[in-house]
Structures are given as C-alpha cells and as structure tokens.
C-alpha cells in the first residue's frame, strides 16, 4: 500500500523557516505590546471580570463559531482579527472570545492569506465559507460540510455565528474603532519590521555560522557557507 503523507515533502517544507520564525515572532511581540498599551488607554482589560463575564453571557460554554458544546481540552482564546502581519489583531476588549480548537486551526487558512476574497476580516471570511463562492477543493468549505452536512442547516448556522459575532463586537466598538482607523499605518510599520526581522535573521546567523565553521572546515567541493534561511 502506498504512504499516504509524503515524508520527504515534508521535511523539504519543514526547514529553512529561520528567518521568517524570527520575523513573525517581531511582529507578535510588537501587537502584544500595543495591546497593552491600548487597554491601558481605553481602560478595558481582557482580564477585566466584566469583560469575561460578558463572553460567557453571549457564549456561554460554546464554540463562537461552531457553537459546539467546549471541552477543557480542548479550547483555545480565539483572536477574531488574528494577531499576525495580515490581520493584525490585538489582545484588546472585542476582539477576544473562546472557541474550540478545531475551529481556532481552520480558521487560520482565511488569517494567513495576505488577501481575503469572501469578507474583509479573517473571521468574518472564516464563516463566509457556506459552499456557495469556494471551488470544490475549499477546505474550510469543507471543514463546515463536516460540521453541517446539510447545506441550509450550514447557512443558517454560519449566518447565526455572524450575526452574534458582530452584535458582541458593537459592545466594544471603543477598541475596535481604534484598530480599524490605524491598521493602515500600522500595517506599513508591520511589514518594515517583518522584513527587518528577516534581515537581521540572515545576517546573524550567517555570521554566527561563519564564525563556527572555519574556511579549512569548508565543504571541500566549495559548498557556500551562507545561512541556508529561507
């Protein structure tokens, strides 16, 4: 029988992610720190015991977006502008809820694309994704088909975590105001220190290597000792 997961793509995909690792890891920090610095401002807190009080009224012990009962093992805090380059999300009243972790990883797909076709936030695309605008070989798509076999029950659902994802966002429109007039500006500081972080990634650790491996330590068919980052 043949293997169904391909080791060596794998592991052909797997390396060379050094640089970007550090770039991403820039960028987290960055938006982690502003979002302190934004509640701190506004004077609203994730931790606030109205704050969590408020997510469990309107979601009780429920996935925000497959409204599937959550196990203890299985939840994750749910960012629903992603805290990456992309969507740029922060750690700030209305932005954070709880959702299972089945949901939290698919939802990645719409977080990570540069560029959203179905919505204009990552988890508004994330519950878009209702069959009816996706190719055939949409996993998210695919994903809600697994949840909601059938295709009205799918649409109803999807159209119900919208509409109660955006009503308990209008209660912290304060923050999120304030994300959305500056997400501009903070994208073009975003990506510079994106592409910073990978720079400095390259040039350290190239030189580290340099530093390690001495010339007479050469690959003997003049293999380059350049950081092999992708």
Same mark, same amino acid.
């Given at each position: =029988? ?33 979002? $302190? ?15 969590? %009080? ?8 429920? /996935?925000?977006? /497959? ?11 749910? !960012?629903?502008?992603? =805290? ?15 959702? /299972? ?30 069959? %009816?605008?996706?190719? %055939?070989? /949409? $996993?998210?798509?695919?994903?809600? =088909? ?26 912290? !429109? ?28 390259? =040039? ?27």
């Amino acid at each position: =029988m043949p293997l169904s997961f391909d080791t060596a793509a794998y592991l052909r995909t797997a390396t060379g992610r050094a640089k970007s690792d550090v770039a991403n890891k820039l960028v987290s920090m960055l938006l982690h720190h502003l979002s $302190k610095e934004v509640s701190t401002l506004f004077g609203e807190s994730i931790t606030d015991t109205s704050y969590r %009080s408020s997510v469990a009224t309107h979601f009780g012990n429920l /996935c925000a977006y /497959c409204s599937h009962s959550l196990d203890f093992d299985r939840v994750a805090v749910e !960012h629903l502008d992603g =805290m990456n380059r992309f969507r740029l999300g922060l750690h700030v009243p209305g932005n954070v809820v709880v959702a /299972c972790k089945k949901c939290n990883g698919e939802k990645r797909r719409d977080d990570q694309q540069p560029t959203l076709v179905l919505a204009n936030t990552g988890w508004e695309s994330f519950l878009s994704h209702d069959s %009816s605008r996706c190719g %055939s070989g /949409c $996993k998210t798509c695919a994903y809600w =088909m697994g949840v909601w076999p059938d295709i009205d029950q799918r649409r109803r659902a999807l159209q119900s975590a919208l509409t109660k994802l955006k009503g308990f966002r209008e209660g912290y !429109h304060v923050a999120i105001n304030w994300m959305e007039q500056h997400r501009q500006s903070l994208s073009r500081s975003v990506e510079q220190l994106y592409r910073d972080g990978q720079s400095f990634a390259v =040039m350290e650790i190239g030189k580290i290597v340099r530093e390690v491996i001495k010339p007479q330590e050469a690959n003997p068919a003049g293999g380059s000792l350049e950081c092999p980052v992708a």
